[in-house]
């Protein structure tokens, strides 16, 4: 039969990636790391009514979120957007929050959905009818796509090199496996991370979860976790039939992504259980070939900083994202670099994904610098280095994942890896994956 032009892409695609030569998987025994670097404060510079800690995030196929906040509590919420600079075509009114803790109430939290959208595009817009023109570009619908990847990030002066890294090169949307702020109760730290992040943020989508930093509970007085999480990062949590802003799915370019929180219940009775169960069995890998999901506490770990955390997680979820045939785990919490081989079940195993922690973003307290010895020969690269990671997906097959170190000024790619969808293994079809092979 004669091959169809993407097809034949797709076959000498295979070639190309069976012929190119590995990459070496181990750290650089020659890297003297850099020390560490201060706490930045971020400060507001308009007036009452100008926009500030402007981000942008996904909702569903064709619409994103704008947030803002104003000091100005008359500002109305409002963003007009176009395609044209300061022409704006349309808009949209949406809601707006505020919250106290302790002493502290924050300003006027604005959250604004906007759409339909075309993709691939570039809309210029305004936030509550005053102040600067902003723009961000629309996702692609179809493959190639690339997602950047940070956890842990905070507001050092390593976070601010970590982002300049990740702004020097384009990417679609970024995805963040939890510790945003490092706020830890002191709420003034959380608008100082959304002035930081603003630059970045409001030029591209940033799809966020929760970590432990985020909780801030604070016996007698506020018992109530998450609250300033969920109060200025909205994600749309009930577009994937959640009922929780910590954990949802959303999908973009063939790509499925589930977003899982760490700190909420996620035993088998559990909201969080049930609504993963149901929304893997809807993904379609013909129509979403890749599957990717992010936490925030890693199930795989070889270093001594909070080595078994994740143990009870992934005895509870592993075998729903095993029969899943999810590709890639994202994880945080542990402010180093580390990849793994395909996993499942504490052995190798060719159909479960390659679990990668990334909590290096520029966190304030440090690098967690102490490897288990021997390596487990599960952990093919690992290095205590602050930087940030990229997926880029070509197609329905193959997806190049490399880890960019920080070096001062520069970017170093120090570890990369082609990875193919489960989807198209015929190893791991449907009919080969139980779940017995995880108990």
């Known amino acids: ?116 959208l075309n993709q691939s595009t570039t809309y210029y817009y305004r936030c509550g009818g005053t102040g600067q023109d902003f723009s961000f570009k629309t996702p692609p619908s179809n493959f190639p796509i690339e997602f950047a990847v940070a956890g842990d990030l905070g507001q050092t002066e390593w976070t601010a090199s970590t982002l300049s890294h990740i702004g020097e090169e384009d990417y679609d949307v970024l995805l963040l496996p939890g510790d945003l702020s490092y706020a830890d109760t002191q709420q003034p730290l959380w608008d100082s991370f959304g002035r930081l992040v603003q630059p970045y943020a409001s030029r591209r989508p940033w799809m966020v979860t929760q970590g432990n930093h985020e909780v801030e509970t604070y016996q007698f007085f506020e018992n109530k976790p998450f609250k300033a999480y969920n109060a200025r990062w909205l994600m749309p949590f009930e577009e994937s039939g959640s009922t929780s802003n910590l954990y949802y799915s959303f999908e973009v370019a063939g790509v499925h992504i589930v977003m899982l929180g760490s700190y909420t219940d996620f035993n088998v009775t559990s909201n969080q259980y049930k609504w993963l169960k149901a929304d893997l069995a809807k993904v379609d ?57 395909r996993v499942s079940n504490n052995s190798t195993n060719q159909c479960g994904p390659v679990h990668v922690t990334i909590g290096d973003g520029g966190n304030r307290e440090g690098l967690a610098l102490t490897f288990k010895e021997p390596p487990s020969p599960l952990s093919l690269f690992r290095e205590a280095s602050f930087g940030h990671g990229r997926l880029k997906v070509f197609n329905q097959t193959h997806a190049l994942w490399s880890w960019h170190r920080n070096d001062d000024t520069e970017s170093i790619v120090a570890d990369q890896v082609w990875l193919q969808s489960l989807s198209v293994s015929s190893m791991c079809n449907e009919s080969s994956i139980s779940i017995n092979d995880e108990l």
């Open 285 to 341: 890998r013909g129509r979403t070939p890749w599957l990717v999901v992010l936490i925030h506490v890693p199930w795989y770990n070889t270093n001594l900083a909070h080595e078994g955390e994740g143990e009870s997680m992934r005895k509870a979820m592993e075998g729903l994202l095993y029969q899943a045939r999810v590709d890639i785990v994202f994880a945080g919490h542990v402010h180093a670099y580390e990849r793994f081989t």
């Open 1 to 116: 039969m004669e091959k169809s032009w993407p097809q034949l892409h797709v076959f000498f695609f295979s070639l190309f990636i069976f012929f190119l030569p590995p990459f070496q998987s181990h750290a650089s025994l020659e890297y003297i790391r850099p020390p560490p670097r201060s706490i930045i404060s971020t400060l507001h510079n308009g007036s009452d009514s100008d926009p500030q800690q402007v981000h942008i995030s996904l909702v569903g196929r064709d619409h994103a979120r704008v947030t803002w906040i104003t000091d100005n509590r008359k500002v109305p919420s409002i963003v007009e957007y176009g395609q044209t600079p300061g022409k704006y075509e349309a808009s949209a009114t949406g809601e707006h929050e505020s919250y106290h803790y302790f002493l502290y109430r924050s300003s006027k939290i604005h959250h604004v959905k906007i759409g339909p």
